[in-house]
Structures are given as structure tokens and as C-alpha cells.
């Protein structure tokens, strides 16, 4: 996101030389031992900020190679929206509603997509409820927006999914629509003062690694709540213990320890793992 500065300037003087530009985010300090809770409701109680704008939540996608157990996407559901939901305005997720207008060609590549990143035929139903809880709850969902030029980059006619086209176009929508939702409720006198955002943990990242960096929406959401965004991932330990990339994150011997309780560990500023219970 671009911001814009207006500047006075005499015309006896010449401009002032433009700051440098700001420093990305320090990185993570070690971190401490984690705090221990009884269910994910009182962890986030206790992790989330007052005066947080936008949480972006984070998963480890459930797939059908991997352990078949109660996903994240569903606790978050059960467990975490009733704790959440009467400070959420809005709810945004990794996940689009098929446009029919784009004929055929959304079909398929919706269908490729699913067998190429291996989700559970349940994932379809788990979204579909959690957009009907927070109907109920009185917050509004978002789905992302998927042209039919989109279709065509991420899924071309004749080849595989793309998968760097698939992470640009969820990283540009979820930032997209997290920053818009923050302009239109900031515009309302009265409004709830959280919105959230679910999705796949590599979008969410507030320290991310260079080689990904683009695929995160943190920082663009970050500068629009003004340093207000949080960062939440939800790590089901059944499947970060068969994920690669999470047995080399600095939480993982955590993964060992889930039992019956919920682990909180801090990765940085406004940057937090939950370690789920073992189903």
C-alpha cells in the first residue's frame, strides 16, 4: 500500500532529502518458556492486544496425506468464535466463491486446486460453517475475489495449478479485503473493534523469511490499522509433526509436549504460535 505525504517547502530553500525508508520488523528475540492454558478460548484471551485492529490467524492447511484428525479451521470454529465474536466486525477467509460468469474454466481450476494441494472434502463444509456461525454472531464474512483472468494464471487450460500464481492471488486478496473492511468500519461512528483474517500460516507472517516475504499481507495490514495487526497461527500438532517447514521452526519441540492443553509461544511483537491439543 502506497501512502502519500503532502510537505510544505520554502522557495528559498531546496526539498529536504526524503527520509530512509522505514526498517522491517526486528526479528524475534528468543523466546521465552510458553504460557500453559486449559482450552484455546482462554489462550487468546490472553494473547490477543486491547488495542489490536486486525488478528490474522494462521493454519497448517489440513490434507489428505497427513493424520485425519479434528482440523484447525474447525476448532477455530467451535472454539475460538464464541470466545471472539462480540469484539469481531468482520471475518475474512481463504476461500472464494466460484464465479459462474467465468464458465467451465472456474470449475476446473477450483477442482484442480483442490487435489493439488490435497484438501479434505470436509474443508468445504468446515468453511461453510464457519461463515454461518459468524452470520449468527452478527459478523460479516468475506470471501476472496477471483477474476477469470485469475483463473487463467492460477489454473491454465492444459497444465498444471500454478502454486506462485495461487500465493499471489491469496496474499493480494486477503490484504485487499483486510485493508478495505478496516477503512469502511473506521468510517462507521460505532463499530466492533477487531476484524479477522484465517487463512494458510505463511500469509499471515509478521517476520517472514525474504524468500517469501511477498507472499505475506501482514506488513500492507500493519501500516493500514497503524501498527495494530496481529499474528496468530494455529498449529494442530498431529500435522506439524509430518510438515517439513515446521520441524525446522524454533516451536517445534513444543509439538511433543501437546496434551489436553493449549500452548502459547511468542515469536516477536504481536506475533504468537498456539499449539492446539492433541485430538
Request: aromatic share 6%; hydrophobic share 40%; glycine share 4%.
Amino acid at each position: 500500500m502506497a501512502l502519500a505525504v503532502a510537505c510544505g517547502k520554502s522557495p528559498e530553500r531546496a526539498p529536504a532529502p526524503a527520509p530512509p525508508p522505514a526498517p522491517p520488523p526486528a526479528p524475534p528475540a528468543p523466546a521465552k518458556d510458553p504460557g500453559t492454558f486449559p482450552d484455546l478460548a482462554s489462550a487468546l484471551a490472553a494473547t490477543i492486544p486491547a488495542d489490536a485492529r486486525v488478528i490474522g490467524f494462521g493454519e497448517l492447511h489440513a490434507r489428505t496425506d497427513r493424520a485425519q484428525v479434528k482440523s484447525a479451521l474447525a476448532r477455530f470454529t467451535t472454539d475460538a468464535l464464541p470466545a471472539i465474536a462480540d469484539r469481531l466486525s468482520d471475518l475474512i477467509v481463504e476461500t472464494w466463491i466460484t464465479d459462474q460468469k467465468c464458465g467451465s474454466a472456474a470449475v476446473e481450476a477450483t477442482a484442480k486446486i483442490a487435489i493439488t494441494t490435497r484438501r479434505p472434502q470436509e474443508t468445504k463444509s468446515e468453511i461453510a460453517q464457519l461463515a454461518e456461525a459468524a452470520r449468527a454472531k452478527g459478523i460479516q464474512p468475506h470471501a476472496m475475489r477471483v477474476s477469470c483472468a485469475d483463473y487463467e494464471k492460477i489454473s491454465p487450460k492444459g497444465k498444471d495449478v500454478d502454486p506462485l500464481e495461487m500465493l499471489t492471488l491469496t496474499t493480494r486478496e486477503l490484504g485487499r479485503i483486510a485493508t478495505e473492511a478496516v477503512e469502511h468500519r473506521d468510517a462507521e461512528p460505532q463499530h466492533r473493534p477487531w476484524i479477522a483474517v484465517y487463512g494458510g500460516a505463511l500469509h499471515n507472517d509478521r517476520f517472514p523469511e525474504k524468500s517469501v516475504a511477498e507472499w505475506s499481507y501482514a506488513a500492507k495490514v500493519d501500516a493500514a490499522t497503524k501498527d495494530h495487526f496481529v499474528e496468530i497461527d494455529l498449529i494442530v500438532p498431529e500435522l506439524a509433526e509430518a510438515d517439513t517447514v515446521s520441524q525446522k521452526q524454533p516451536w517445534f519441540p513444543l509439538v511433543a509436549k501437546a496434551a489436553n492443553n493449549v500452548q502459547v509461544w511468542k515469536r516477536g511483537e504481536r506475533s504468537y504460535v498456539i499449539i492446539l491439543q492433541k485430538t
